[in-house]
């Protein structure tokens, strides 16, 4: 059960998908919500320490806190709106410091919801899922930027390859699988496979905790394994899916792709990562 959920607020622009989604699910489960607001140090470019004029660091620095503080506003009428237990922190940080303390405070909650990365704001938000994946020890819903609706799991995706990180993510996500009408357990059909590799082991298991599961092998063809995955979720009409993240190094998959990556660079419907 979910009972204490922590959402990443934007700073940026007039919605926020990533915490309107985590206000569904604490919804939902009748969960409490924590909102983490940072109010980001001013970036100042290499090279041009001397350079900036002291006002203009403090107008930046006004303006990240303003940012910050009507992300609060907005989350909290939120929340209220919708009879939440919540409340909110406000924490300054550089944008590399915010990953670890939000990974930090994560450590405590039950779910991490945070938005995919969003070009326009540099690296700070792949810092803070990498953080929050790789350190908070928690499962985390990372929710697309085109998401316009709250959670639903009409049909969830629980993708399978027999991996750590895949056992980790479908065990944390069990709150989630129970209540859904529809899953499958999603397997890209390769040339190598073994016993735990048909899913029907993984099957078996989600229906005794109730789980309304099949098992669903898809072709993988001349396309990459996480463009299969996100073509199968659109033609499925999927709206969650459950998988492993960084079965690899962040290293290797950096400088050589991945799947979770690829993933959480095209995604298209949230999703729950484990590692």
């Known amino acids: 059960m979910l009972k204490d959920v922590v959402v990443n607020l934007s700073s940026q622009g007039p919605r926020d998908f990533a915490a309107e989604y985590a206000t569904s699910i604490a919804a939902m489960f009748g969960a409490h919500i924590t909102g983490v607001s940072f109010v980001y140090e001013p970036v100042i470019p290499d ?16 303006e990240n806190s303003k940012a910050a503080n009507d992300a609060i506003s907005r989350f909290d009428a939120a929340a209220k709106k919708a009879g939440l237990s919540a409340e909110t922190r406000l924490l300054d940080a550089t944008f590399g410091g915010a990953a670890t303390r939000f990974a930090q405070i994560s450590r405590r909650f039950d779910l991490v919801v945070v938005g995919q990365a969003q070009r326009e704001r540099g ?35 629980a993708c399978w390859d027999g991996s750590r990180t895949a056992a980790r993510a479908i065990g944390d996500a069990m709150p989630l699988l129970e209540r859904a009408k529809a899953v499958e357990v999603v397997i890209v059909a390769e040339e190598r496979k073994s016993e735990e590799m048909t899913g029907a082991n993984m099957n078996a298991h989600l229906v005794r905790h109730g789980v309304a599961a099949s098992v669903k092998r898809i072709a993988k063809g001349d396309i990459a394994i996480q463009d299969a995955l996100l073509s199968y979720a659109a033609d499925s009409g999927a709206d969650f899916m459950v998988m492993g993240g960084y079965g690899h190094s962040r290293l290797r998959e950096f400088i050589l792709g991945g799947v979770t990556r690829g993933i959480l660079a095209s995604m298209t419907l949230p999703v729950l990562m484990s590692h």
Not at 47 to 62: F, H, K, S, T, Y
Request: charged share 25%.
């Open 47 to 62: 090279g041009m320490l001397g350079g900036v004029p002291v006002d203009l660091i403090e107008l930046q620095r006004q």
């Open 123 to 157: 690296p700070a938000d792949d810092l803070l899922i990498e953080g929050a994946l790789f350190e908070s020890g928690r499962p985390l819903v990372v929710v697309p930027y085109i998401q316009r609706r709250g959670i639903t799991l009409e049909r969830v995706l």
